[in-house]
C-alpha cells in the first residue's frame, strides 16, 4: 500500500494534471465564451458559429503531428530536448493568440472582425499542436502500470482548464460590466488577456518537467521535413485563393438558390459546403503533385504517413467503413448542438453569472462525475455496451433543451438539464477514449491516436458551423430535435458492431453476474 501511494505521488501526476489545465484552457475560449461575446456585439448566429471552424486544427493535427514529433527547433532542441523545445513555442503561441483575441473589438469594424476570426484561427491550430506534444509526453513518460492514472489525471486537468476559459472567463467579463443590454469591449479585453496569462501555468510546467528518454530522434533529414512543411503551406495557400477567387461567383450561385428556395439559411449553407469542398479538394490535389517533385523525399512520406495508416486499414480490413462510421459519428449530437448551447441560454435570459454557475461551473462537476461513472461501467459491463448507452443518452438528452424551449425562464430545470447532459457526455467520452485507445497500434501510437482524434470532431465541427443558420431557419425547438435524430445512425452501427463481434476486445465481455 505505501509503495502504490508513493508511486501515485510521483511529480509527473502533477505535471500531467497541469498540463490538462494548460490543454484545456483554449477549448471555451473558441467556442463557448467566444460565441457570447459575438453575441453581445450583435453578429448573427450563422457567422458567430462559424467561428468553430477555427477548432478544426483539432481535426487535422494528424497532418502535421509527425512533423512535430520529429523535426527539431535550432539551438531549443539541443538545450530543452524536443518536446520541451515545441511546447515551449506552442504555448507561447497559444498565449499570443489568446491576447490578440482579448486586443480586437469585433464590435469595431468588419476588418475587426475578420481580425478576430485569424487570432482564432492561429488559437485553433497552436492549441491542436499543443494537444499532439502532450499526448507525446504522457506516453513517453509513463509505463504500463501509469499510462491509466496519467490519462485519468490529464482529463480532470483539462476539465478544470475548460472551467477556467469557461466560467472564469464568464465571471470576468460579467463582473467587469458587460450584458446584451450593455456591451462592454472593456470587459472582454480583461477577460481574454487574464485568460491569456493562466498559459503561464504551461509555460512553466514545461520548464519544470525533465526531457522523456524516448523521445524519438530525427529519423529524416531536416530538409526532408522542412519540404513536408512547404506542401502543407503551399496547400493551405491554394485553399485560400480558391476561396478568394471563387467568392463572387458562389454568391451569384447563393442568390440563384435562394430564389428558388425562398431560403436564404438553407442556399448559404448549400454554397458555403460547395466552395468548402472544392478549395479542400484542390488543395489535396495540390498537395499530391507537389509530394511526387523531387525536393520532397517520398519515402519519409510513406514512412510518416502511409505507413500507420497502412496498419490501421490492413488489421481492419473487413470493417474498416464501420470503424471510420462510428468514429465519424459518435459525438456527432453533442458537439453540433453545443455549438449555439450558450446562444440558447443568453436567449432564454439566463445572465453571465448564471450560465458560469451552473452550465460552467455545475456542468464540469457532473462530467466529470459521468467520466468516473463510465470508467467503472466499462470495467463492469464492458466498452461497446457502455458506448450503446452513453450515445443513446447523449442524443436523447437533447430532447431536454426542445423541451427547454417552450418554457419560461427555469434555473432548477436548467440544472436538470445541464446535470443530465453533461453525465452522459462524461460517459460516452471516457468509453470512447477507451475505444480508441484499444483500436491503436502500439507501434504506431502517436500518429495513430492523433489520426483518431482529428477524424472523430471533423464531420462534427464541419456540421456544427453551419448550426447558426440552421437555428436561424428552423427554431431552436426543430434544431434541437433533429441534433437527437443524427445521433440514431452511430447507436445502429454499435449495436451491429456489438452483434456481430467485429471487434477482438468485444469477444468475451465481462461476466453479467
Known amino acids: ?56 486544427g483539432y481535426s487535422f493535427k494528424y497532418l502535421w503531428s509527425p512533423l512535430v514529433d520529429r523535426l527539431p527547433i535550432p539551438y531549443l532542441s539541443a538545450h530543452m530536448g524536443q518536446r520541451r523545445a515545441w511546447l515551449l513555442c506552442i504555448q507561447l503561441l497559444v498565449m499570443l493568440a489568446i491576447a490578440l483575441m482579448g486586443l480586437t473589438d469585433p464590435a469595431a469594424s468588419e476588418n475587426a472582425l475578420i481580425q478576430m476570426a485569424l487570432a482564432v484561427t492561429l488559437l485553433g491550430f497552436s492549441a491542436a499542436t499543443q494537444d499532439i506534444l502532450i499526448d507525446a509526453w504522457r506516453i513517453e513518460a509513463s509505463t504500463e502500470k501509469d499510462i491509466a492514472m496519467l490519462s485519468s489525471v490529464y482529463t480532470v486537468g483539462y476539465r478544470l482548464g475548460m472551467l477556467t476559459s469557461g466560467a472564469g472567463a464568464l465571471y470576468i467579463a460579467a463582473y467587469f460590466g458587460t450584458s446584451m443590454e450593455t456591451y462592454q469591449y472593456s470587459a472582454w479585453k480583461i477577460s481574454y488577456l487574464t485568460m491569456a496569462c493562466t498559459m503561464l501555468l504551461g509555460i512553466g510546467t514545461t520548464l519544470w518537467i525533465k526531457e522523456p528518454k524516448k523521445a524519438d530522434a530525427l529519423v529524416h533529414e531536416t530538409k526532408d521535413y522542412l519540404a513536408v512543411v512547404a506542401v502543407f503551406v503551399i496547400s493551405i495557400g491554394v485553399l485560400i485563393v480558391t476561396y478568394q477567387l471563387t467568392a463572387d461567383l458562389f454568391q451569384q450561385w447563393q442568390s440563384q438558390l435562394q430564389s428558388w428556395f425562398n431560403n436564404r439559411p438553407l442556399a448559404s449553407t448549400l454554397t458555403t459546403a460547395l466552395q468548402l469542398f472544392l478549395a479542400l479538394g484542390l488543395a489535396a490535389l495540390t498537395a499530391r503533385l507537389v509530394a511526387t517533385t523531387r525536393w520532397v523525399n517520398i519515402d519519409m512520406i510513406k514512412d510518416v504517413y502511409w505507413s500507420p495508416v497502412h496498419d490501421l486499414f490492413k488489421r481492419h480490413k473487413q470493417h474498416i467503413w464501420l470503424i471510420i462510421g462510428i468514429i465519424c459519428l459518435y459525438r456527432i449530437s453533442d458537439i453540433v448542438m453545443g455549438v449555439t448551447a450558450n446562444l440558447f441560454y443568453q436567449y432564454k435570459g439566463f445572465d453571465l453569472d448564471e450560465i458560469a454557475s451552473i452550465v460552467k461551473t455545475f456542468g464540469l462537476i457532473m462530467t466529470i462525475s459521468g467520466g468516473i461513472l463510465g470508467g467503472f461501467l466499462v470495467v463492469r459491463y464492458g466498452i461497446m455496451r457502455i458506448m450503446i448507452i452513453a450515445a443513446v443518452l447523449s ?81 431552436y425547438a426543430n434544431f434541437y430535435l433533429m441534433t437527437a435524430i443524427i445521433g440514431i445512425p452511430v447507436v445502429l452501427m454499435l449495436m451491429y458492431a456489438r452483434r456481430r463481434r467485429v471487434f477482438e476486445f468485444d469477444q468475451n465481455p465481462p461476466p453479467q453476474d
Open 1 to 56: 500500500m505505501s509503495e502504490t501511494l508513493k508511486h501515485l505521488l510521483h511529480p509527473k501526476f502533477l505535471h500531467m494534471t497541469l498540463f490538462g489545465i494548460s490543454a484545456g484552457i483554449p477549448y471555451f475560449l473558441i467556442f463557448s465564451s467566444l460565441s457570447l461575446w459575438l453575441d453581445q456585439v450583435g453578429v448573427e448566429k450563422s457567422a458567430i458559429t462559424y467561428f468553430s471552424w477555427a477548432a478544426l
Open 395 to 475: 442524443a436523447a438528452t437533447n430532447l431536454l433543451f426542445m423541451a427547454m424551449v417552450g418554457m419560461d425562464k427555469s434555473l432548477v430545470f436548467l440544472t436538470f438539464m445541464i446535470s443530465a447532459d453533461n453525465l452522459s457526455q462524461g460517459m460516452a467520452l471516457t468509453a470512447f477514449v477507451g475505444f480508441l485507445s484499444l483500436l491503436v497500434n502500439r507501434q504506431f501510437t502517436a500518429v495513430q491516436y492523433a489520426m483518431f482524434s482529428s477524424v472523430m470532431t471533423l464531420f462534427p465541427k464541419i456540421l456544427g458551423g453551419y448550426s447558426g443558420g440552421m437555428v436561424e431557419q428552423m427554431g
